[in-house]
């Protein structure tokens, strides 16, 4: 409190430093997420963001920059295709990134100045579960959908994420029978990454399923009071029958019945009120008021439908935890299996990242007078030439250049 209180007394003259040091030490404190760190983490990255809203001119130069360099190794790991480039995205410092930069769009969305970052920021989180979009790193691809809903709920913009979790339900093979038992279940927002004996056990279809079904409901939750939202639901209606059609397990076949008849309850009652109010799709204003009015009808399905799935949803997350501390009587967790050829591979620590690549100076690409001048992800935005000079920290560097070298000593 006392920081924010001077910033925002000083907020010419500091701000910017004070920005520059802040984010150095969230980077370099999300390098390893455990249930233990996370409420840490999440307390610094909302700190940091009530910190960067004093003056969004002057976090526009920051802002930009940085989401500028994570433009950067995505397009080097998309286009070079080796375990070097695709640690440098797939690893907890750049997905903590990417959930600061979405909690401070959306947070002062219509922002105008910063409110120019949220294209290219969904650009480089779309295009970063695409890097590797395969069974092993789907908890990686939760937290991207997750940040993903959370930019669309703050900011009322259509993100379209439906494909992404359509395409974990479909290929993630949850008809197979488990080779494997365990009855501890999965902390999804502590993984980035499945073991190879992890996606054998039984809690990986459960898992996967449940992951799936939250992120849908949340994303509906986001769509269901505009006016396209029949239209909008008609493939994801198409595809979840077919799903429906080949799911075996009966658990995730219920589940997700029940979700695709509230859906479809949803499309009826939006379709029922559209033609009753009798207006025009090209009157914006009566557009807008119309789904103000829609976005808390007490009488809406789905958001019937989602207040008890909330309820059902936070008791659930208690039970998890209650498992994962060991609390849950009458069960005895199995061993867990341990893969060391997983352990070579393991990016999820970012042991031999450099925290440099997650910041640079402001004055080696970003616009000073915080308007929107040029692509983060677009033409020579991302030339490998001015990629140099992004990479070039500064003093940074030498504070937080040997980070990996002493971890690994302490090791």
């Known amino acids: 409190m006392t920081l924010l209180k001077f910033l925002k007394m000083n907020g010419d003259e500091w701000l910017l430093p004070a920005i520059k040091k802040m984010y150095v030490g969230y980077v370099t404190n999300s390098k390893v997420t455990t249930p233990a760190s996370w409420p840490t983490i999440s307390f610094m990255a909302s700190s940091l963001v009530e910190i960067m809203s004093i003056k969004p001119e002057i976090t526009y130069q920051q802002a930009f920059v940085y989401i500028r360099q994570m433009a950067i190794h995505v397009r080097n790991a998309t286009n070079q295709k080796n375990k070097e480039t695709q640690t440098k995205v797939y690893n907890w410092p750049f997905m903590h990134c990417i959930y600061l930069w979405s909690k401070l769009l959306a947070d002062v969305y219509p922002n ?7 294209h290219p ?5 779309a295009s970063a579960i695409k890097v590797n979009p395969v069974r092993k790193y789907y908890p990686l691809m939760f937290h991207c959908v997750r940040a993903l809903n959370m930019i669309s709920a703050k900011t009322d913009i259509f993100v ?6 359509l395409t974990a339900l479909v290929s993630s093979d949850l008809n197979k029978k488990p080779k494997a038992t365990s009855f501890k279940p999965f902390d999804f927002m ?4 499945f073991s190879e004996s992890q996606l054998l056990e039984s809690n990986y279809r459960t898992g996967v399923a449940d992951q799936v079904h939250e992120l849908l ?3 509906i939750r986001t769509q269901c009071h505009h006016i396209g939202y029949p239209e909008l639901v008609v493939m994801l209606a198409v595809q979840l ?6 799911c075996k397990v009966a658990e995730i076949a219920r589940k997700f019945k029940q979700l695709l008849g509230v859906i479809e309850q949803q499309a009826t009652f939006v379709s029922q009120r559209r033609r009753a109010a009798q207006i025009k799709f090209t009157d914006t204003a009566a557009v807008s008021v119309w789904e103000k009015e829609l976005q808390t009808a007490e009488d809406s399905p789905f958001l019937k439908f989602y207040v008890a799935w909330k309820k059902a949803r936070v008791a659930a997350q208690e039970s998890l935890v209650a498992a994962l501390d060991g609390r849950v009587t009458g069960k005895e967790d199995a061993p867990e299996a341990h893969d060391e050829d997983d352990d070579e591979d393991d990016v999820e620590a970012g042991q031999d990242l450099d925290e440099t690549d997650f910041w640079a100076e402001a004055e080696a690409a970003a616009p000073v007078d915080g308007g929107q001048k040029e692509h983060p992800l677009g033409g020579d935005a991302v030339d490998d030439d001015e990629s140099e000079d992004v990479n070039d ?3 940074q560097v030498e504070v937080m250049g040997n980070l ?5 000593e302490d090791k």
């Not at 105008?112 to 949220?118: K, P, R, S, Y």
């Not at 502590?190 to 990454?193: A, P, S």
């Not at 029958?241 to 080949?246: A, G, I, Q, S, Y």
């Open 241 to 246: 029958r077919l799903f429906l059609k080949e």
């Open 121 to 125: 920021l969904v650009q480089v989180v």
């Open 190 to 193: 502590c993984m980035l990454k």
């Open 393 to 395: 920290a500064g003093d």
């Open 160 to 165: 379209p994420t439906i494909p992404l979790m």
């Open 112 to 118: 105008q100045v910063l409110g120019a970052l949220v």
């Open 217 to 219: 409901v949340e994303h």
């Open 404 to 408: 990996s070298d002493d971890e690994d």
